[in-house]
């Protein structure tokens, strides 16, 4: 609400939807089937800012360097990073959701099976912060928006169909053949169904004011961020 804070949202009507609304919808399927999934994020819950300043601290940001960390926790775009890496538990840092895509499920949660935040991040605390096992993109996508709206930075998720996963970043999909017309299984490219992922409001004081407003943040593992 304050106008001189880095995540400042002028519209009152935007700061109801993307900072104070507990409930939601994430679109998922595919471009010819598409699914509303009605999400609970309950950012305003009890012990749900506990359980979100407790991410912060646990995070390899934080356990490297606590001054530089702590420091920086008032800087949108630094906390937004740190966040998207604490959301999953795929690179040992005590994160909140292991991701699995295939196989079999019986022994954990099948993602298609959660509904809301909350009941994953009082799992996440109650286990002592192990990893909930499991996750999908729009599982990530609503855990993170809940803890960003919690710490006071407006979010929202975004659904995309026939989503490109450019591995090799020359923004292209690229598909080999042998000379006979059969496909070769190389390389890392692929079109997924859907992807969800999240952006958040706030300015871009180190690119310049054509950047402000929304920011993408994806908090499923995918490749690593910064190497």
């Known amino acids: 609400w304050f106008s001189g804070d880095a995540v400042h949202m002028a ?80 690179d040992n840092d005590n994160g909140v959701l292991l991701g699995k895509w295939q196989g079999s499920f019986h022994s954990h949660e099948n993602p298609s099976r959660w509904d809301g935040s909350v009941v994953i991040l009082q799992k996440w605390r109650q286990d002592n912060y192990k990893p909930v096992q499991y996750g999908q993109c729009w599982v990530f996508a609503g855990v993170m928006c809940t803890v960003l709206r919690c710490l006071g930075i407006p979010t929202r998720l975004v659904s995309n169909f026939n989503s490109a996963h450019d591995v090799d970043r020359n923004l292209s999909i690229d598909k080999y053949y042998d000379s006979s017309g059969k496909s070769l299984n190389i390389g890392k490219d692929s079109t997924w169904d859907y992807h969800v992922w999240n952006e958040s409001w706030f300015i871009r004081p180190d690119l310049g004011t054509a950047y402000n407003g929304w920011q993408v943040l994806d908090a499923t593992p995918q490749e690593q961020s910064k190497g």
């Open 11 to 90: 519209n009152e009507n935007e700061r109801q939807e993307y900072v104070l609304n507990e409930n939601g919808i994430i679109f998922v399927g595919n471009a010819k089937y598409i699914e509303a999934r009605g999400w609970y994020y309950g950012q305003f819950q009890d012990h749900l800012l506990n359980i979100c300043l407790t991410m912060l601290d646990l995070s390899l940001y934080y356990r490297q360097d606590a001054a530089m960390d702590v420091s920086r926790r008032g800087d949108p775009k630094y906390v937004g990073r740190v966040i998207s890496s604490m959301i999953n538990g795929n």
